[in-house]
């Protein structure tokens, strides 16, 4: 299975949160290969930036490497997806998010359970 995670997911990863569930952690071990959006490193220096998260940026790019995972580029073809997409969701990161996964595809492991809504290829944390 390829995986995409999800920022939070991403974030808990590095942080061996045990808000990371076994399943999930079972998950990301067994994939095939594990992928971070670029886009969720956006959102976590935009919260970073307003104070909502306090993350450095520099260090989750690192971690992507560092995890033996891989940066998924936001493209345009990505972007144009979202445009397809049910409103289910307003946050425009998880939007981009699920139009990613389902035009490479890739199972999006996330522990929104709104974003279920979108496809069979999102996993519940």
């Known amino acids: 299975m390829r995986l995409l995670l999800d920022t939070q997911i991403y974030l808990w990863y590095l942080a061996d949160s045990r808000k990371l569930s076994k399943r999930a952690r079972g998950e990301i071990a067994g994939a095939v290969e594990v992928f971070v959006s670029a886009a969720s490193i956006w959102e976590a220096a ?50 981009l998010l699920v139009a990613q996964a389902m035009y490479e595809p890739l199972h999006l492991l996330t522990a929104d359970v709104v974003l279920k809504q979108y496809s069979d290829l999102v996993l519940l944390n």
């Not at 940026?57 to 397809?84: C, K, M, Q």
């Open 46 to 95: 935009i919260k970073a930036g307003i104070g909502k998260l306090n993350v450095v940026a520099g260090d989750l790019v690192a971690g992507i490497r560092a995890s033996g995972f891989s940066e998924l580029p936001v493209s345009a073809l990505h972007v144009a997806r979202v445009t397809g997409l049910p409103h289910h969701h307003r946050d425009p990161f998880d939007r």
